[in-house]
């Protein structure tokens, strides 16, 4: 007790600020045995004391020290006894422990380190959404989810749905600035918010092309003064009254725009100035605008604009400006890397592997379209302005080239030579065309081959085979992966009806270039004529899909079906032809043609009167339409179009025939006397005509029956010394054959002549050398019989009319009425004839050919 000391009675206002709990006293540790001992044992716990407040061997003293008196310690230095049981609960074991082991596991309690006993976790408070500020945010989202929406859709082309989701937005928004006005929150607007939706909204009525609500809702925004960099929609409106070709209101919103911008955004000040260059050329101020795209190119040149430059120099006819301003364009820095850069190196492993991954990037596919577009733009120009610039326009494309040489496009030179060459082909210069041409032969191989291959093309264009052929191995040899050079080298071939031959080089091209759509038709057209259909079909297939509204294309795959015998599917693809091109006669033909097989006649007529519509001068068509009414019975109708068949081929006689019969079948007697009258003045020798000319005279009782029927009998007769001269004189060869082989068998080998008098000679030469010799005839006997000259002049004028072949003149074949209307699509097919065709032949023009009759003595 000694060392213990009591504290004063009197309140101390700064009691307890020095007293802690001694666990945390670190200082007496060393002095503490039980500390020790745990740090020196194994298990380090000690056993619990059954004392009703926790004590130790040593005893409970007091503890003392400067800092004045301190609480009774129940163990050596103070510390609480570990394991004790204080207020009914055992404390936590301390020192080194097992992870969630306690010392009162023993008296029932379980293995629990987590504290999973007690339960999961209350749930979180749930959020409340009828509090003004969480109705605000939530309309907020909505708006610009709206938006976003808006956007994407237009992105897809969606240009309606993009206009309704942003309508929408506007109303959200409207709502949701009520919605602050009513918490009370007005000060609080979301400026951004406003401006993203009306600006959002006027653009969506601009794409959908509702140009005065685009213009008001732009208005709004350049109106209201609390929008930072407003007057940028002002760029917006000018395009706006640009598509309305209001070119002074473009102009001036253009120039109100480009006072607002400050010097400081230097390109969009540079494509407003460009804008307003592009509305003074519409305008048809070509100063203007030069003065507009000079400013661009001194401050910051463009190709674009220094293309526009020169078509306004060209618009004004100033060659030396339009000098400048080409050498101006060619000298326009692209600002792309080299194309050595993506070479690869054979050292460097790392550095390989990046240019790989960077050679087909989107950097390097933009540099790659500028630089076309550059070129492109180049090789306008010096097509517009070389017939301009000097003299002549070989001159001027010879200054062009010589500037492009000395520029960063020198290979672009060459181009141009082949383009020069192509001028002189659009001219119908072809000599100097092929002279230019011929130049390249020295050149490097890729110019070398691109002329040879042009060669080729004008060779085989005049149907000078062996000079195509010529040029197009020179331009295979000169490059072998040239696409055009393997095509004419096919076609070449095809024209010598190699197809086998032509096929496997249509196929390599295709192999260089799988896009090479002249390849693949050739190819086709290939097949089809080595008859294999199938393999035709489906290169013509392919072809559909790459070239998707080709008329050619659709009309050979239904010619292919037809002849594969699925006339359904040839139907569907004419189709589609005329869906392409409506107004195509040969095809409106082919599907009557179709239709008319398949039995269906109103259709098949609906298709041949479209087709006579827009060509009437189709004889298969008038033919199927005359037919077609006849079989109907309005003969009537059926007399228009063989008329006009008539004035097609005049000298086809069973044109006229046929009016005559309609005029008959539909009871008009007299005027089918008088067709036939006239019929028989261009005509004398036509039995038929003067058998119906008999008949008609005979029902109607008049006294010219007996003048025809002596000519009917007279031709008639004729017709049979004919067909005796025909015969004999097919016998008489005959037997000159046959005696020629016999004199030749005989033992003396020397034939004897046969005799024959000038008045058999007409029976001894053949039927060809009968129609060259006739017309001579015919003038020796005109000549000699000058009491009957008129009727001679008029017969001999009919003979040497007539066509020297073996048709008839009154029946033309169907090779002939093909060859007389090519299809501009592919090649014709045979038209079956209609039942309607034949029953008229078989009627009344089936009977008789007079076209080798001879003249009557």
């Given at each position: 007790m000694e060392n213990v000391h009591l504290a004063l009675e009197e309140d101390d206002l700064y009691s307890g600020y020095n007293d802690y709990n001694p666990t945390f006293d670190s200082e007496e540790l060393e002095n503490d045995l039980g500390f020790q001992q745990a740090v020196r044992t194994s298990h380090g716990r000690r056993p619990p004391m059954t004392a009703k407040f926790p004590g130790t061997a040593i005893g409970a003293r007091p503890i003392a020290s400067s800092f004045g008196s301190r609480v009774p310690m129940t163990s050596s230095m103070g510390r609480p006894m570990t394991g004790a049981v204080q207020d009914g609960a055992a404390r936590p074991m301390t020192a080194v422990r097992a992870a969630g082991y306690t010392s009162s596991l023993t008296r029932g309690s379980t293995f629990d380190p987590l504290g999973q006993s007690k339960g999961p976790a209350p749930p979180l408070e749930a959020k409340n959404d009828d509090t003004p500020e969480e109705k605000i945010k939530i309309l907020e989202k909505k708006v610009n989810d709206l938006i976003e929406e808006s956007c994407m859709a237009q992105s897809v082309g969606a240009l309606q749905l993009?206009?309704?989701?942003?309508?929408?937005?506007?109303?959200?928004?409207?709502?949701?600035?009520?919605?602050?006005?009513?918490?009370?929150?007005?000060?609080?607007?979301?400026?951004?918010?406003?401006?993203?939706?009306?600006?959002?909204?006027?653009?969506?009525?601009?794409?959908?092309?509702?140009?005065?609500?685009?213009?008001?809702?732009?208005?709004?925004?350049?109106?209201?003064?609390?929008?930072?960099?407003?007057?940028?929609?002002?760029?917006?409106?000018?395009?706006?009254?640009?598509?309305?070709?209001?070119?002074?209101?473009?102009?001036?919103?253009?120039?109100?725009?480009?006072?607002?911008?400050?010097?400081?955004?230097?390109?969009?000040?540079?494509?407003?100035?460009?804008?307003?260059?592009?509305?003074?050329?519409?305008?048809?101020?070509?100063?203007?605008?030069?003065?507009?795209?000079?400013?661009?190119?001194?401050?910051?040149?463009?190709i674009k604009t220094g293309f526009n430059l020169i078509l306004c120099y060209y618009a004004?006819?100033?060659?030396?400006?339009?000098?400048?301003?080409?050498?101006?364009?060619?000298?326009?820095?692209?600002?792309?890397?080299?194309?050595?850069?993506?070479?690869?190196?054979?050292?460097?492993?790392?550095?390989?592997?990046?240019?790989?991954?960077?050679?087909?990037?989107?950097?390097?596919?933009?540099?790659?379209?500028?630089?076309?577009?550059?070129?492109?733009?180049?090789?306008?120009?010096?097509?517009?302005?070389?017939?301009?610039?000097?003299?002549?326009?070989?001159?001027?494309?010879?200054?062009c080239v010589d500037m492009v040489k000395s520029s960063?496009?020198?290979?672009?030179?060459?181009?141009?030579?082949?383009?020069?060459?192509?001028?002189?082909?659009?001219?119908?210069?072809?000599?100097?065309?092929?002279?230019?041409?011929?130049?390249?032969?020295?050149?490097?191989?890729?110019?070398?081959?691109?002329?040879?291959?042009?060669?080729?093309?004008?060779?085989?264009?005049?149907?000078?085979?062996?000079?195509?052929?010529?040029?197009?191995?020179?331009?295979?040899?000169?490059?072998?992966?040239?696409?055009?050079?393997?095509?004419?080298?096919?076609?070449?071939?095809?024209?010598?009806?190699?197809?086998e031959k032509a096929a496997e080089f249509y196929k390599e091209a295709l192999r260089n270039d799988s896009s090479c759509t002249e390849a693949l038709y050739n190819l086709g057209l290939t097949y089809k004529k080595l008859n294999r259909l199938e393999e035709a079909l489906d290169c013509f297939l392919k072809l559909h899909a790459i070239l998707r509204n080709s008329a050619q294309v659709m009309f050979q795959l239904?010619?292919?079906?037809?002849?594969?015998?699925?006339?359904?599917?040839?139907?569907?693809?004419?189709?589609?032809?005329?869906?392409?091109?409506?107004?195509?006669?040969?095809?409106?033909?082919?599907?009557?043609?179709?239709?008319?097989?398949?039995?269906?006649?109103?259709?098949?007529?609906?298709?041949?009167?479209?087709?006579?519509?827009?060509?009437?001068?189709?004889?298969?068509?008038?033919?199927?339409?005359?037919?077609?009414?006849?079989?109907?019975?309005?003969?009537?109708?059926?007399?228009?179009?063989?008329?006009?068949?008539?004035?097609?081929?005049?000298?086809?006689?069973k044109w006229q025939l046929m009016v005559a019969s309609c005029y008959r079948r539909s009871g008009n007697y007299q005027k089918a006397l008088e067709t036939y009258k006239d019929i028989h003045r261009k005509f004398p020798e036509n039995v038929e005509c003067l058998r119906f000319l008999v008949r008609l005279c005979t029902d109607m009782g008049l006294n010219e029956v007996q003048e025809y029927a002596t000519k009917l009998?007279?031709?008639?007769?004729?017709?049979?010394?004919?067909?005796?001269?025909?015969?004999?004189?097919?016998?008489?060869?005959?037997?000159?054959?046959?005696?020629?082989?016999?004199?030749?068998?005989?033992?003396?080998?020397?034939?004897?002549?046969?005799?024959?008098?000038?008045?058999?000679?007409?029976?001894?030469?053949?039927?060809?050398?009968?129609?060259?010799?006739?017309?001579?005839?015919?003038?020796?006997?005109?000549?000699?019989?000058?009491?009957?000259?008129?009727?001679?002049?008029?017969?001999?004028?009919?003979?040497?009319?007539?066509?020297?072949s073996n048709e008839p003149y009154e029946a033309s074949s169907q090779k002939e009425l093909d060859a007389s209307y090519v299809d501009p699509l592919g090649p014709q097919m045979e038209r079956p004839k209609t039942g309607a065709k034949k029953r008229m032949e078989d009627d009344d023009f089936a009977d008789e050919e007079l076209g080798d009759d001879l003249l009557p003595e």
């Open positions: 993009a206009l309704e989701k942003a309508k929408e937005a506007g109303r959200k928004e409207r709502m949701l600035m009520r919605q602050r006005e009513q918490s009370g929150n007005a000060d609080h607007i979301n400026l951004d918010l406003t401006y993203s939706v009306l600006l959002n909204l006027a653009n969506q009525y601009a794409n959908n092309e509702m140009f005065p609500e685009a213009l008001n809702s732009y208005q709004v925004i350049v109106k209201n003064k609390m929008f930072s960099n407003a007057g940028r929609m002002k760029v917006n409106m000018a395009n706006i009254y640009f598509k309305q070709k209001n070119y002074p209101k473009a102009i001036k919103f253009y120039r109100m725009a480009l006072d607002q911008i400050s010097n400081a955004h230097k390109e969009m000040r540079i494509k407003i100035m460009q804008n307003i260059g592009v509305v003074f050329v519409r305008m048809g101020q070509y100063s203007d605008a030069i003065t507009s795209f000079e400013h661009i190119m001194s401050e910051s040149p463009n004004i006819g100033d060659r030396e400006r339009m000098k400048k301003a080409f050498q101006k364009l060619i000298s326009v820095p692209l600002g792309i890397d080299e194309e050595d850069k993506y070479i690869p190196s054979n050292d460097d492993t790392n550095a390989n592997m990046v240019i790989e991954a960077i050679k087909n990037d989107k950097l390097h596919q933009m540099e790659r379209d500028l630089k076309v577009l550059a070129e492109k733009y180049i090789m306008t120009a010096a097509k517009l302005i070389a017939p301009a610039i000097e003299t002549s326009f070989a001159t001027g494309f010879d200054w960063q496009y020198v290979e672009l030179a060459n181009d141009l030579e082949i383009n020069k060459a192509i001028t002189y082909l659009r001219q119908r210069d072809f000599n100097q065309a092929v002279e230019t041409l011929k130049t390249f032969e020295k050149k490097d191989s890729r110019v070398k081959s691109a002329a040879a291959t042009n060669l080729s093309f004008l060779y085989f264009l005049e149907k000078d085979y062996d000079q195509a052929d010529r040029y197009s191995d020179l331009a295979m040899n000169a490059d072998r992966y040239n696409p055009a050079a393997l095509i004419n080298k096919g076609n070449t071939v095809f024209s010598k009806q190699d197809y239904a010619h292919l079906y037809e002849l594969l015998e699925d006339p359904q599917q040839a139907i569907e693809w004419l189709m589609q032809v005329i869906s392409v091109t409506p107004t195509d006669p040969q095809a409106l033909a082919k599907l009557g043609e179709l239709h008319d097989g398949e039995g269906d006649k109103s259709q098949a007529f609906q298709y041949y009167y479209e087709s006579f519509r827009y060509f009437p001068s189709n004889i298969d068509v008038i033919e199927w339409l005359g037919a077609y009414y006849i079989e109907t019975q309005f003969c009537e109708k059926a007399i228009q179009y063989f008329e006009r068949a008539t004035l097609i081929q005049p000298t086809q006689v009998k007279k031709v008639e007769k004729m017709k049979e010394i004919k067909e005796q001269r025909v015969k004999s004189g097919r016998e008489g060869s005959a037997r000159g054959r046959r005696e020629g082989r016999e004199g030749s068998a005989g033992s003396a080998g020397i034939s004897t002549p046969v005799l024959t008098s000038p008045k058999k000679a007409s029976v001894m030469v053949s039927q060809s050398e009968s129609k060259q010799l006739s017309p001579l005839l015919d003038s020796e006997r005109d000549s000699s019989h000058s009491s009957n000259s008129t009727k001679g002049e008029r017969l001999s004028a009919k003979m040497r009319s007539l066509p020297a």
